[in-house]
């Protein structure tokens, strides 16, 4: 079978995955979500007019030449707190003591802060003259009435959530989280603990893509172990297809492997399965295919190779569906020096080295090996927070640069 490019095969993911349709749902639900439809205020944010600090309202031209050395002298008419009415009115001459975030009274225009202030029995001492407007948070001054306050594709972020909070919003209308099913297959593998017999594993794909599903927010769901009978992986990926809006499997999709996986899926999909050899190492064989608008992802079994497709495949795709666009949809690329030689495959594939990427003291990125690179090292893959790529053929020598994707937060500078 002849190798198909990554670019290919991911295009051919991303075509079939469009973003689910729109449901509102209330603020406490939206956090991390993407926007479905423009945001746009109904008011104005502040509503009022208001002290941006606690002082004194006042006429600003009463406070005209005010200094330490010559204060001005104004007589105070009352107390003003946030969430009181705005009064009493300030005349000429006077001034009220007002708390931050308090509406301004009528008449006054300023605020002097309390610091440049000296209070006394009925009267305060103005020691810094105001210009109109000062320490005063104008109506609108954030965000006006009819204003497009976020558009559509807007990545729902705590402020986010704050600003639509501050315009009386209690619901969004986002793209939901995808549910997402996880099925392994094989008569090898074992869940849990205790000895196992001749020929058995412990299952350890589920947890990985489980974790993975959970961060790239999606909503995952076990579907647990399908034994190799045609019958147990028909009842289970049926089970997983009527429950979820994307279904990923893991094992059975390489070139030898009992066939059972690609029989079942290809009379669900009624044919439309393609079973691919991307043009990668390591993940190259991969399935997709859309079953009744289910996208179903078919990754290898080998642990590293599983986590890898899902990156490559997976993960932008279900981020797809949830709305996300562009480079978000994405792992973070950046330029990285390599700290220790890398070599690129003789096959003709793209190599995805499982490295850690620190903060080097020159600000650039740097990365090296984070251990074995065979398929079925885990533990090296857990180490890692990037994949650093190498073209095919490639020699990539110590402090030259190449691409690299980070899985995780950069390590700092050593």
């Known amino acids: 079978m002849a190798l198909i490019p990554l670019?290919?095969?991911?295009?051919?993911?991303?075509?079939?995955?469009?973003?689910?349709?729109?449901?509102?749902?209330?603020?406490?639900?939206?956090?991390?979500?993407?926007?479905?439809?423009?945001?746009?205020?109904?008011?104005?944010?502040?509503?009022?007019a208001n002290t941006a600090m606690d002082g004194y309202a006042v006429q600003s031209r009463d406070t005209a030449g005010a200094s330490g050395s010559a204060p001005v002298t104004l007589q105070v008419v009352g107390s003003l707190a946030a969430g009181q009415p705005p009064e009493p009115p300030v005349g000429a001459g006077e001034a009220v003591r007002i708390m931050t975030g308090a509406p301004m009274p009528p008449g006054a225009d300023a605020v002097v802060m309390v610091e440049r202030t000296a209070a006394g029995a009925g009267r305060v001492e103005i020691m810094a003259a105001v210009a109109g407007g000062e320490n005063v948070r104008a109506p609108g001054?954030?965000?006006?009435?009819?204003?497009?306050?976020?558009?559509?594709?807007?990545?729902?972020?705590?402020?986010?959530?704050?600003?639509?909070?501050?315009?009386?919003?209690?619901?969004?209308?986002?793209?939901?989280?995808?549910?997402?099913?996880?099925?392994?297959?094989?008569?090898?593998?074992?869940?849990?603990?205790?000895?196992?017999?001749?020929?058995?594993?412990?299952?350890?794909?589920?947890?990985?893509?489980?974790?993975?599903?959970?961060?790239?927010?999606?909503?995952?769901?076990?579907?647990g172990i399908a034994r190799d009978t045609e019958a147990e992986i028909s009842s289970a990926l049926r089970a997983g297809l009527a429950a979820c809006d994307a279904v990923v499997t893991s094992g059975g999709v390489s070139v030898g492997d009992f066939d059972y996986v690609k029989v079942v899926l290809d009379q669900l999909s009624g044919g439309a399965m393609r079973w691919m050899?991307?043009?990668?190492?390591?993940?190259?064989?991969?399935?997709?295919?859309?079953?009744?608008?289910?996208?179903?992802?078919?990754?290898?079994?080998?642990?590293?190779?599983?986590?890898?497709?899902?990156?490559?495949f997976a993960r932008p795709a279900l981020r797809q569906m949830m709305g996300y666009e562009g480079p978000?949809?994405?792992?973070?690329?950046?330029?990285?020096?390599?700290?220790?030689?890398?070599?690129?495959?003789?096959?003709?594939?793209?190599?995805?080295?499982?490295?850690?990427?620190?903060l080097r003291a020159d600000g650039r990125t740097g990365v090296r090996s984070s251990g074995g690179q065979g398929s079925h090292v885990l533990s090296a893959m857990a180490r890692a927070n990037a994949l650093a790529l190498v073209e095919p053929g490639a020699e990539v020598g110590e402090g030259e640069e190449l691409e690299a994707w980070l899985l995780g937060e950069l390590l700092p500078t050593s």
């Open 328 to 358: 978000a949809r994405f792992r973070p690329r950046l330029a990285a020096r390599a700290e220790e030689p890398f070599r690129g495959a003789d096959d003709g594939r793209l190599s995805f080295y499982r490295v850690s990427a620190r």
């Open 7 to 48: 670019g290919e095969a991911r295009d051919h993911v991303l075509s079939a995955c469009p973003p689910l349709a729109p449901v509102e749902l209330g603020l406490g639900d939206a956090l991390g979500l993407v926007l479905a439809s423009d945001l746009v205020s109904t008011e104005d944010v502040p509503p009022f």
């Open 141 to 223: 001054g954030d965000i006006g009435a009819g204003q497009l306050v976020f558009p559509r594709g807007s990545i729902l972020t705590p402020s986010h959530l704050g600003v639509a909070a501050s315009i009386g919003a209690t619901a969004l209308v986002v793209h939901r989280r995808p549910r997402v099913g996880v099925l392994s297959t094989g008569d090898e593998l074992v869940d849990g603990g205790g000895p196992l017999r001749p020929g058995q594993i412990r299952e350890s794909n589920r947890a990985v893509l489980l974790g993975l599903l959970a961060e790239a927010g999606c909503v995952a769901v076990d579907l």
């Open 277 to 312: 050899q991307v043009a990668v190492r390591p993940a190259k064989p991969f399935a997709f295919g859309v079953v009744d608008s289910t996208p179903v992802f078919g990754l290898p079994g080998n642990p590293v190779s599983s986590s890898v497709s899902f990156e490559l």
